[in-house]
């Protein structure tokens, strides 16, 4: 099981084939980390990223990005092997950069 993130240039029809058409750019490489992180996150977190679902698909758009943006240094905290540092700092960048774009979505694509 893995999630993969996607940025798209605008709300992307959760199709495979015909969301291409609005990808700027994917991370398909830190997958089960992320999911293991997003998984271990306890009751208590309340923030965007509590809503993601690892084994489905979960849209972000711009605001909810820079908002789960603010969650991403306290997680940082938590990481206890490089592999799942390197998958928080890929989904930080891909985070920014949404909330950088006007009308982007971030798609965590979950399995």
Known sequence: MGVE??????RPVLDWDRSRRTLIRGSYAHGDELADILLGMDDTHQGNLARVDPYGDTLFNEQQAQA???????????CSEPSQTAALLDLERLLQSCSN????YLWFVGD
């Open 5 to 10: 993130l996607e940025l798209h240039a605008n």
């Open 68 to 78: 789960a943006l603010r969650e991403v240094a306290d997680l940082l905290t938590q």
């Open 101 to 104: 774009t006007p009308g982007s």
